[in-house]
């Protein structure tokens, strides 16, 4: 089969969603699938982030082809969905398409190109102004109802779109991943609780670290720029946090080391974080950290295990009282490392094959 994978945005290199395309894309083509990644530029940044990951820049059975969306100042998908049609002429036909954004799906019906929508969110949900909110609905329908194939990352989600959209199909659960084990647990009961991730909502970590400053334990954060923390300074509170820049995957394992537990303060009340499966999730995994976690539904198809604390609100004192209670255990830290070896996007890529009727 050959498998077309459209990613109709520019890559940056930053973002976790890219993570997520580029590390199932390698793994399929690891695992004999004929794949091409079709981005709208970005393919330096993209080359880079391959190197990251799997050490080269070159896979076999991975083509990763950058056209653009832009002519002179103007960007459209309109212009990215003619420069792929073109693209198309000179190729032979591709079996099946893979897509998470909605707009892929007019380029690749415009192609003629049957598709699976992989959701990670209802995006419809996360609309708040009541017009926009029953336009994106409409076309979130049709790009649903138009899908071959339908995947979800987690059993709540594929639930919620079902209701949502009144759909006849069903959604094949694939949750996320990460990359293989470390050698060894690298914890230590006497280190920082280690937040590594985003740091552009204010709103989202302010629990976090005001409960870390109530209950008198240290907290290192990983991630974003100078500039961003600057600014996350100028919202909230962030004396006494050590905090390093964002790191590429491949040093993440250094960044982590010695760190006591890893927190995911992801809000469950706010749509963009109610269906979320973090990839931080299995990046403190694989470094054998125990992890402290809001309440998530994704965590439910993941069978976490006691090493995976779950905090029943993302509120202050909720997470003042794990934190509290938190006690670090070597062979909890272990089995998180172990689960980890479990959940990697090696084992991704086959359920993937599945879902998608590759043999």
């Known amino acids: 089969m050959r498998l077309l994978y459209l990613y109709p945005e520019e890559w940056t290199g930053l973002k976790s969603r890219e993570v997520q395309v580029l590390a199932s894309c390698a793994a399929l083509a690891d695992s004999g699938v004929d794949v091409t990644l079709i981005t709208a530029g970005g393919d330096e940044e993209l080359h880079d982030q391959l190197l990251d990951m799997a050490g080269a820049t070159e896979i076999?059975?991975?083509?990763?082809?950058?056209?653009?969306?832009?002519?002179?100042?103007?960007?459209?998908?309109?212009?990215?969905?003619r420069n792929f049609n073109h693209w198309m002429k000179k190729r032979q036909p591709f079996d099946l398409a893979c897509i998470r954004h909605l707009k892929a799906a007019g380029v690749l019906a415009q192609a003629k190109i049957p598709y699976a929508y992989e959701a990670h969110s209802i995006y419809t949900a996360m609309q708040s102004n009541p017009s926009r909110q029953r336009l994106l609905h409409k076309?979130?329908?049709q790009v649903l109802a138009g899908a071959k194939l339908h995947i979800a990352t987690s059993a709540p989600l594929a639930v919620a779109l079902l209701t949502w959209f009144n759909l006849s199909k069903d959604f094949t659960v694939v949750p996320n991943a990460g990359m293989p084990p470390s050698s060894s647990y690298l914890g230590s009961p006497d280190g920082p609780f280690v937040y590594c991730g985003?740091?552009?909502?204010?709103?989202?970590?302010?629990?976090?670290?005001?409960?870390?400053?109530?209950?008198?334990?240290?907290?290192?954060?990983?991630?974003?720029?100078?500039?961003?923390?600057?600014?996350?300074?100028?919202?909230?509170d962030t004396g006494g946090i050590e905090w390093q820049p964002r790191v590429p995957l491949s040093h993440l394992p250094d960044a982590l080391a010695g760190?006591?537990?890893?927190?995911?303060?992801?809000?469950?009340?706010?749509?963009?974080?109610?269906?979320?499966?973090p990839l931080k999730l299995f990046d403190y995994a694989?470094?054998?950290?125990?992890?402290?976690?809001?309440?998530?539904?994704?965590?439910?198809?993941?069978?976490?295990?006691?090493?995976?604390?779950?905090?029943?609100?993302p509120a202050r004192l909720?997470?003042?009282?794990?934190?509290?209670?938190?006690?670090?255990?070597?062979?909890q830290a272990e089995a998180a490392r172990v689960w980890s070896g479990e959940h990697t996007w090696g084992h991704r890529a086959e359920m993937l094959k599945h879902a998608l009727g590759i043999s």
């Open 198 to 236: 985003s740091i552009d909502d204010a709103s989202e970590l302010a629990a976090m670290i005001q409960a870390t400053r109530d209950a008198k334990l240290p907290l290192k954060i990983v991630g974003g720029t100078d500039e961003e923390w600057r600014l996350l300074g100028g919202e909230i």
């Open 318 to 331: 909720s997470w003042v009282e794990a934190l509290q209670n938190f006690r670090y255990d070597a062979g």
């Open 60 to 81: 076999p059975g991975l083509d990763l082809v950058s056209l653009s969306r832009k002519l002179g100042p103007v960007q459209s998908t309109a212009i990215f969905s």
């Open 286 to 313: 694989r470094c054998g950290l125990p992890v402290l976690s809001t309440m998530l539904p994704s965590l439910q198809n993941l069978e976490v295990g006691p090493w995976c604390t779950q905090i029943p609100s």
């Open 259 to 277: 760190a006591r537990a890893g927190l995911i303060p992801t809000n469950t009340d706010a749509p963009s974080g109610e269906f979320s499966c």
């Open 139 to 141: 076309v979130e329908g």
